[in-house]
T-cell receptor
Framework: NAGVTQTPKFQVLKTGQSMTLQCAQDMNHEYMSWYRQDPGMGLRLIHYSVGAGITDQGEVPNGYNVSRSTTEDFPLRLLSAAPSQTSVYFC????????????FGQGTRLTVV | RKEVEQDPGPFNVPEGATVAFNCTYSNSASQSFFWYRQDCRKEPKLLMSVYSSGNEDGRFTAQLNRASQYISLLIRDSKLSDSATYLCVVNQAGTASKLTFGTGTRLQVTL
């Protein structure tokens, strides 16, 4: 079982560059989310989706875009990278109304220089 | 005030010890509660859900006190492999997939 697959695992960007973090799940989950994890801050929700074609903002959405064209994929786009976006990014998916177990990808360690 | 608060630790305990973590949450409308485990440089994984009546899974016992808005996790007979960060997680009513995470409590079990 692949579960939730995130790519890339590591990335270094220069300030101002754009990139897309990929996330795919093969569990037919309706709910997908993106979080960032910073020391002392815990995981914070960036964007989430309750199904294909539906997305919404989380706690820290600025500087990020998402789309959900299929149930399986939920890419996160950094529009113009800034050093403040240096973080570990996790994609997660969950079944049903999202009140059950969330399955996380392995994370993407992003450094913006 | 943070929505979910945890003592960051670290808790350093010898193998075989019993250790307890507490977590408080601020939103009384919170509906679902979980403990996740996160190993160093890895993704969080569900350890157990927390039910109102309390629940046990082997050496792990979780309790919920809605009146005081806190959640606890008790680990008995600690193993070296229990060393990890334990995340308290809350899902608020009507906010599907919007989990709110505590910053985590780090546990180090030693010989």
């Amino acid at each position: 079982n692949a579960g939730v697959t995130q790519t890339p695992k590591f990335q270094v960007l220069k300030t101002g560059q754009s990139m897309t973090l990929q996330c795919a799940q093969d569990m037919n989950h309706e709910y997908m989310s993106w979080y960032r994890q910073d020391p002392g801050m815990g995981l914070r929700l960036i964007h989430y989706s309750v199904g294909a074609g539906i997305t919404d903002q989380g706690e820290v959405p600025n500087g990020y875009n998402v789309s959900r064209s299929t149930t399986e994929d939920f890419p996160l786009r950094l529009l113009s990278a800034a050093p403040s976006q240096t973080s570990v990014y996790f994609c997660a998916s969950s079944y049903g109304q999202g009140f059950g177990e969330a399955f996380f990808g392995q994370g993407t360690r992003l450094t913006v220089v | 005030r943070k929505e979910v608060e945890q003592d960051p630790g670290p808790f350093n305990v010898p193998e075989g010890a019993t250790v307890a973590f507490n977590c408080t949450y601020s939103n009384s409308a919170s509906q679902s509660f979980f403990w996740y485990r996160q190993d160093c440089r890895k993704e969080p994984k569900l350890l157990m859900s927390v039910y109102s009546s309390g629940n046990e899974d082997g050496r792990f016992t979780a309790q919920l006190n809605r009146a005081s808005q806190y959640i606890s996790l008790l680990i008995r007979d600690s193993k070296l492999s229990d060393s990890a960060t334990y995340l308290c997680v809350v899902n608020q009513a009507g906010t599907a997939s919007k989990l709110t995470f505590g910053t985590g409590t780090r546990l180090q079990v030693t010989l």
